[in-house]
């Protein structure tokens, strides 16, 4: 397949793996890019000098082009930027903030600028702000999320409507035919975390792997309304999230109660009990930890099928 | 196109309209009947004598297939039974409750039975209960939804994974793009809910027909989690409800302020403010009141676009 997703960030498959914290070191990065992907270190649970060793052993471990994700909220932003400038990164996801803070500075030095967004507002301002592709992400997607709580079966066709440059489905995608789906909705590719996050070569924990592969329907929640919008698996930490939701605590409450270091303590250091747990809904379709190339393999087998089995189909 | 769906209900396209509360009279279910969908009566807000008198008014405007819904929660859904077994109705689609407790005095009258769920227990169970077909409803659509808060697109092919009987999406779908999408999923057919619920031929107060075309995205929530979830369009009664979840509320506090009647004030009088408006998310690309055929017409066009334009991708 050749379409604007391919051609634009030069690459064979138009999935991108989605630039996750705690999971999405050199290791994965370079093995979706070897696969055919696009691969993304994700800076946001970075020190610097950690990310700048990713970025410098993710382009000995691959020839292909690979990516670094920079969520805005993340307090070394400026830092993560000069760095990608400096060892020549050639593709910049940015997410969780203003697309206008550093898209120019990204183009002038001739990077590739994707933005992602959970809303129909982010979409036209990342168009604004002169991003070349989007990322829209659903209500189902880990991680942090928007406060709209639009699924992708909503946001796709809506964001498509409302903008001309290459469009890019995340949230509840981790199979060929979730994939064919997002591409019928109007994506020109796709975007996946979670699948990717229960690889060989994520640095997940393999603790944090198990509950990955334990989860089934309903057992991930979107929660923290209060802050940030996140979805989690269900734990002893989100339960206790919950209890104060419940008795209505303030933004100050909560920030006291999580303190620092959750996502760290659950992901990284595999504390599945205290921890937290970033993963999307699709978890419960998720059965197994395999390699990377098997998954992308199965991803383009599946899509093939269902595309056969959909040609032709008509009302 | 012929498939489990046409078949199952003899209609011309696997289109069921949802039978929603306060919009699905005889006059909307007939006219998408008569459109070559399935029409469905909407019995969750009728006294018995009205149900009755839709369901025969239905009968005489048109010589297709219809039905009728019965939110199982309704205290006279027993009686409903009855009635629909007297009028000789020949398909009913039961939601919000045990797929168990009507299933086999229908089947015995040789009716054809659907249950509506939103997580993969409730799927097994109408399975168990001998259904003839499932209607599975993401987190997007409007009414009453599940605990689970699983997206359409995470849904569906979880649940085509463990159920062999045919399979209707809903949650999210108003047009060709999203059925196409749907169906690429692994769903057999779809039910449509919001986008009919804007229709001529719809009960819905004018009023609420305005609001649902002045939505735009994250103007709905599902709320009232602390009862059974319900999905809205924000209004002034949504930001009463907001205030007491905030301040953590018990169960007959919300009791208490809900009172009665507060889906016919607003669905079906028009009082927009005070109200309960029940829609889906996809009402952020509603844009028009327009009649049934005009719907039908161009879902199938658009649906048949798609298939054109995704003919044989291949990744």
Not at 18 to 25: A, D, L, R, Y
């Amino acid at each position: 397949m050749n379409n604007s997703i391919t051609s634009l960030f030069n690459i064979k498959y138009p999935i991108i793996q989605g630039g996750m914290i705690w999971c999405s070191g050199w290791k994965l990065a370079s093995a979706v890019s070897n696969a055919g992907g696009l691969g993304l270190i994700g800076t946001g649970s970075m020190r610097l000098e950690i990310a700048e060793e990713h970025i410098k052993k993710c382009a000995k471990a691959t020839d292909k082009p690979f990516g670094v994700n920079i969520p805005l909220l993340y307090p070394y932003s400026d830092e993560i930027i000069s760095i990608v400038l400096k060892e020549k990164v050639k593709i910049v996801f940015t997410s969780a903030g203003n697309p206008k803070k550093y898209t120019s500075v990204l183009k002038e030095n001739g990077v590739t600028v994707v933005h992602v967004v959970a809303n129909k507002k982010f979409a036209l301002k990342a168009v604004e702000a002169g991003v070349d592709a989007i990322v829209a992400e659903g209500f189902e997607a880990g991680g942090h999320n928007g406060f709209e709580e639009t699924t992708t079966m909503v946001l796709i066709p809506m964001i498509r409507e409302v903008v001309d440059i290459p469009l890019i489905a995340a949230g509840g995608i981790a199979s060929g035919k979730a994939m064919y789906a997002a591409m019928a909705l109007g994506a020109d590719g796709v975007q996946i975390g979670s699948r990717f996050a229960a690889t060989a070569e994520s640095s997940a924990h393999p603790k944090f792997h198990e509950e990955i592969v334990k989860a089934d329907d309903g057992d991930t929640v979107l929660t923290l309304k209060q802050i940030v919008p996140v979805r989690l698996i269900k734990n002893d930490f989100l339960k206790k999230v919950q209890q104060l939701e419940n008795k209505g605590a303030t933004k100050e409450e909560f920030l006291q109660f999580l303190g620092k270091g959750r996502a760290r303590k659950g992901m990284f250091e595999g504390d599945t009990i205290e921890g937290e747990l970033e993963i999307g809904q699709v978890a419960s379709m998720i059965r197994s930890v395999e390699p990377v190339a098997k998954i992308i393999a199965d991803i383009v087998t599946e899509f093939n099928q269902v595309s056969e089995k959909m040609s032709g189909r008509k009302l």
